[in-house]
């Protein structure tokens, strides 16, 4: 018998409020194939889905397959998010790499655009990853009202309501405050590292700048010179001549 989803509140978060959307530069960009899309387009939709998922994605990391068959509409956007939440990459970055309550935050960012509620959505997601595992939790999470309300079929998951009119700042993006791993991976790995170079750059401004005629210059020129002086000569007693000493008589 399969264990229910243990409820739990939402809280009244950016993208929950209703507001009055207008369009400008602060407005995230929506990829959807909803539409017909040219190649580039198209490029540019898995792009957006590999940064949304991935954040970046190596040459290593890429699901040649999926685009293929997402490129000829054999898939939807929906089926690709879902292969890469499958995929290789995203287990051993995300999954191998954090707790479950961890790995729950960075799913719930990704899938739904927003934060989690509470620690109590993460311990609901967390039960469902312990009893079905990583696919059954992605297919509950893409199969859920919430996913398909906002994104649908053919829309690509983005971070919802970051930015608000009349704010001077939106809500920093999940890739900079959620890291991929946490702090214990990240003391395991070594991180942060200090890394010094070999060599010191330094830079003098134009006023401090040796010119033409400058003796600081030829400092360098003297010094490998070394010159020597001549020893002073050291005269015996025994040697000295009476009859050359002047003297009274």
Known sequence: ?????????????????AAFEVGGDEKPVVFSTENTLSYTEMTNLIEAAYRQIFFHAFKWDREVNLESQLRNGQITVRDFIRGLLLSKTFKNSFYDKNSNYRFIEHCIQRVFGRDVYSEREKIAWSIVVATKGIQGLVDQLLNSDEYLENFG?????????????????GEVPFNIKSPRYDAYHRAILGFPQIIWQNAVRTYKTQERTSKAGDPSLYLGMARSIAPQGNPTPRVSAMNIDMNKVPYRK
């Open 1 to 17: 018998m399969a264990i229910p989803l243990l409820s739990y509140a939402p809280n009244s978060q950016n993208q929950r409020v």
């Open 153 to 169: 079929y053919d829309t690509v998951p983005y971070q919802r309501r970051r930015n608000l009119p009349s704010r001077e700042a």
